[in-house]
C-alpha cells in the first residue's frame, strides 16, 4: 500500500489543523495506522495510531486530549486532528500503516512526510 500524507502547512499557536493520510494501491481496511513526527535535530516521535476497525486509537501522552485520528473508509483516508496546536508540535509528520502492528511500534508502510510549522 502507498501512502500520502497532506494537510501540513504554517498555523499559530491554538489553532488547528488537519493532516490527512490517503491510501493508494490498495484498500486501507485492515491496516492499523499509526502517525509519527519529527522535528529538527530530534527523533522520530510517536504520535497516535487507530485500529484497522477504528474502533480503537491510541495516543502519545503529549498530544491526548488535543489530537484525534480518524479515519474514512469510503475515502480510503485516514486524519490526524490537531488542535490546540503548540510550538513543540511543530515537525514533519508521517503517517504509517500495518496489517499487524499496532501503537508505539515499527510499521511496515511509511508515506512521506508533510511540514507542520507552528507560529507564536
Known amino acids: 500500500v502507498q501512502l500520502q500524507a497532506s494537510g501540513g502547512g504554517l498555523v499559530q499557536v491554538g489553532d488547528s489543523l488537519r493532516l490527512s493520510c490517503a491510501a493508494s494501491?490498495?484498500?486501507?481496511?485492515?491496516?492499523?495506522v499509526g502517525w509519527f513526527r519529527q522535528a529538527p535535530g530530534k527523533e522520530r516521535e510517536f504520535v497516535g495510531a487507530?485500529?484497522?476497525?477504528?474502533?480503537?486509537?491510541y495516543y502519545a501522552d503529549s498530544v491526548k486530549g488535543r489530537f484525534t485520528i480518524s479515519r474514512d473508509g469510503a475515502k480510503n483516508t485516514v486524519y490526524l486532528q490537531m488542535n490546540s496546536l503548540k510550538p513543540e508540535d511543530a515537525a514533519v509528520y508521517y503517517c504509517?500503516?500495518?496489517?499487524?502492528?499496532?501503537?508505539?511500534?515499527?510499521?511496515?508502510?511509511w508515506g512521506q512526510g508533510t511540514q507542520v510549522t507552528v507560529s507564536s
Open positions: 504509517t500503516a500495518d496489517l499487524r502492528r499496532y501503537g508505539d511500534t515499527q510499521y511496515d508502510y
Open positions: 494501491g490498495r484498500t486501507f481496511s485492515g491496516y492499523n
Open positions: 487507530i485500529g484497522w476497525s477504528g474502533r480503537r486509537s
